[in-house]
C-alpha cells in the first residue's frame, strides 16, 4: 500500500470511528432516561458543538444545527430532555414515537426470510444485551449493535473478511433499521419539545443513510 493510500485508508476509518460515537451516543440518548452528568457533558459543556464527522446530508446538517444549541440552565434542560424522553419513548409515557422496529410495520420491507433482529445478535454471540431488558427490536439496541458491527469491521485487516462484513453491515441496516426510520424520525420532528431530541432524530436518519452508502457492497472494501 502506498503512502497515499495508506493515508485515505486511515481517513476511512477514521471517519467510521466518527460515526460511530454519534451512534453510539444517540443509542444511548434514545435507551436510556437523560442523566444529569449527560446534560452536563453533552449539552451544558458544549461538546456536541463539534461533531467528529461532517456531512452533507440535510437531516445531518439540520440535527447539527439544533445540537450545536449550547443549554445555559443545566437544571431546566435536564427536565425538559427528560419530560420528551417520557412522552416520545417511554411506556408509561404517551410514546409519540416509539423507537421499536415493529411499531412501524407498514414501513418494512419483508425479505424473503427475513432474519429476526434477535438471531442477528446471536450470530455475531451478542448475548447480553444492554437497556434494562429493552426489546431486541429497540432503536438504541439496534444502534449500539451496529457500532459493535462496525468496530468488528474495522479490527479486520484481510479483504475477504472486510467485503464479508461490510455486506453483513449493509444487510443488517437494510433489513432492520432503514426503511422505518424515516416515519419515526417524523414523529420526532413533529412531537419532540426540545430541540435536542429533535437534533437527535435528524442526525439518526442521517447516520444511518450515510452508512447504508458506505456499506454498500461493490465487490472490495472501504
Not at 82 to 98: E, H, N, P, T, V
Not at 103 to 116: D, N
Amino acid at each position: 500500500m502506498t503512502p497515499v493510500e495508506d493515508n485515505i485508508q486511515t481517513d476511512r476509518k477514521n471517519l467510521l470511528k466518527g460515526y460511530n460515537m454519534l451512534l453510539y451516543f444517540a443509542g444511548s440518548m434514545i435507551l436510556y432516561e437523560p442523566t444529569e452528568e449527560c446534560v452536563t457533558d453533552f449539552f451544558s459543556n458544549g461538546i456536541l458543538k463539534k461533531l467528529p464527522v461532517s456531512s452533507n446530508n440535510p437531516n445531518f446538517i439540520r440535527g447539527a444545527a439544533l445540537l450545536r444549541e449550547s443549554c445555559s440552565d443545566r437544571d431546566l434542560c435536564r427536565e425538559v430532555l427528560i419530560r420528551d424522553y417520557k412522552y416520545l419513548f417511554s411506556s408509561d409515557g404517551l410514546q409519540l414515537a416509539i423507537p421499536r422496529e415493529s411499531a412501524y410495520p407498514g414501513y418494512s420491507i419483508t425479505y424473503g426470510s427475513k432474519e429476526k433482529v434477535g438471531e442477528f445478535y446471536d450470530s455475531y454471540g451478542w448475548g447480553s444485551r444492554p437497556g434494562h431488558k429493552a426489546p431486541d427490536d429497540h432503536l438504541g439496541i439496534e444502534l449500539l449493535f451496529l457500532t459493535k458491527l462496525i468496530d468488528k469491521y474495522l479490527q479486520f485487516d484481510d479483504e475477504p473478511c472486510c467485503c464479508e462484513m461490510k455486506k453483513e453491515i449493509h444487510r443488517f441496516i437494510g433489513q432492520h433499521i432503514i426503511t422505518w426510520l424515516p416515519e419515526w424520525n417524523r414523529r420526532m420532528q413533529d412531537n419532540a419539545k426540545s430541540i435536542y431530541y429533535r437534533g437527535i432524530g435528524n442526525l439518526v436518519l442521517a447516520c444511518i443513510e450515510d452508512l447504508y452508502g458506505i456499506f454498500e457492497y461493490q465487490g472490495k472494501a472501504l
